[in-house]
């Protein structure tokens, strides 16, 4: 099926193993997978890759051929510590408090269930093996989600009120 909407393919993973850095398939067959992505998020990327082809072109010979997104000065794998630390350095000087990378990804998984997104589509979203585990890791009841909840039991009520005095 032709795809037109931007998309990323997670096809490898970068894992921390004690001999090192090593480059992987995903932990699940469900890992691997084609995920949309919002075309602000596209342009990035591109803007990354133009970054690198000019990197590559400076440095000559082999460069990024795992097709990385983020690499270091030579091309290889970006060590997940040195990751770490350009990530909290890029938040400090954004003026955003301190987080893990990987709360970017609950961010995510709340702010599309707070929007009212299936639990399955945030499921597929994340890779997850079901629906379930999904729920149990991020489907935790938000402020909002209950405040919205409430108003819609609300509306609800004064309807069928007002049906009932007719």
């Known amino acids: 099926q032709l795809r037109h909407d931007p998309f990323i393919m997670i096809t490898q993973q970068l894992s921390d ?3 090192g ?55 290889l794998p970006l060590h997940p510590r040195a990751f770490t630390r350009q990530f909290q350095k890029a938040l400090k000087n954004s003026g955003i408090r301190k987080i893990r990378f990987h709360d970017l990804r609950h961010t995510v998984a709340t702010m599309l269930l707070e929007d009212g997104k299936a639990i399955n589509t945030v499921q597929e979203i994340l890779g997850h ?12 009841v938000t402020s909002r989600m209950q405040q919205e909840a409430t108003e819609t039991l609300g509306q609800v009520l004064r309807k069928a009120r007002s049906s009932a005095e007719l």
């Open 17 to 19: 193993l004690r001999s």
């Open 21 to 75: 850095p090593e480059l992987m398939p995903p932990k699940t067959k469900r890992s691997q997978r084609v995920i949309g992505i919002p075309i602000d998020t596209a342009l990035i990327l591109i803007f990354q890759r133009c970054y690198q082809q000019k990197e590559k072109a400076r440095i000559g010979g082999p460069y990024n051929r795992d097709q990385l997104v983020f690499c270091d000065s030579k091309g």
């Open 129 to 140: 093996y079901n629906a379930a585990f999904t729920a149990a890791q991020y489907g935790h």
